[in-house]
């Protein structure tokens, strides 16, 4: 057997989340039955640097494989893309070691968040930025997110469905950019728990609009209470972009 690593790309929007479950339609799903094809009805687990919640989107997320098909790149991005629906595409898949594990070697991971200010709602972007039409100050994003940065208790960040304990995270790098009417924000850190970068948005917008006062932002990291912190974002704004190895 071989083990592959594969990069993949989707558009969220039509799936209720990646890892496959009992009611809804799936990204592993789909990648199982397209490998399932190829391997002439045996199963293949496929795994993922992490999970993205219904209506997520990923640019770069990485997966691995197992496999007795001996097959170059070209082959299985073609094969796969011949085989998945359109709402996916794998870009590489190249061989790697035995012990490769694309979640748990994963040493970091970058997310970007679109947010949408036009005065008005526009139907097609509304599968791929949040709606955030308020007059919003964008210097005191910038600099509420500089409080962000850094090795912190995410816990006031993250939801309390979260299965982890440990919520101390480093992030990096956080960086606000203004493209006429849409504000993408981009986060680079060691990992990210359970709606983290949702809830910072969330937290971050409820700044710009004066909902929170710039300075309790440490206030909010402290208390480690996630009723402190602002409103989860909607998901249909997050793209998981890259995986760091």
């Keep these: 057997m071989q083990r592959y ?17 009992l009611n809804g ?5 789909e990648l199982e039955k397209a490998l ?3 391997h002439k009805g045996a199963d293949v687990n496929v795994i993922a640097s992490g999970r993205t919640d219904a209506g997520v989107h990923a640019r770069g997320q990485v ?5 007795f098909l001996q097959l170059p790149s070209e082959r299985w991005v073609k094969a796969l893309n011949g085989l998945l629906p359109e709402d996916i595409s794998i870009m590489e898949v190249h061989t790697a070691s035995s012990d490769f594990h694309a979640r748990f070697d994963a040493k970091g991971k970058t997310y970007k968040y679109v947010v949408y200010m036009g005065s008005v709602r526009n139907p097609f972007k509304r599968h791929y930025a949040a709606y955030h039409p308020y007059k919003t100050d964008i210097s005191k994003i910038k600099n509420a997110a500089d409080f962000l940065i850094g090795t912190h208790d995410y816990t006031s960040f993250c939801s309390t469905k979260t299965d982890k304990e440990n919520k ?9 950019e203004q493209n006429l009417d849409e504000l993408v924000f981009t986060f680079t850190g060691n990992g990210f728990l359970y709606n983290m970068v949702r809830i910072m948005v969330g937290t971050l917008l409820d700044v710009g609009t ?11 990291l402290a208390g480690r209470d996630r009723t402190l912190a602002g409103k989860t974002a909607p998901a249909e704004g997050l793209y998981l972009w890259e995986v760091y190895y």
């Design 36 to 38: 399932r094809t190829m």
């Design 63 to 67: 997966i691995h494989f197992d496999s």
């Design 5 to 21: 690593k594969g990069i993949v790309t989707y558009d969220g929007s039509g799936f209720s989340g990646y890892q496959i479950q």
């Design 168 to 176: 101390v995270r480093t992030v990096s790098k956080i960086s606000i």
């Design 25 to 29: 339609r799936t990204v592993q799903e």
């Design 210 to 220: 004066g909902k929170i006062e710039l300075v309790r932002i440490p206030d909010i």
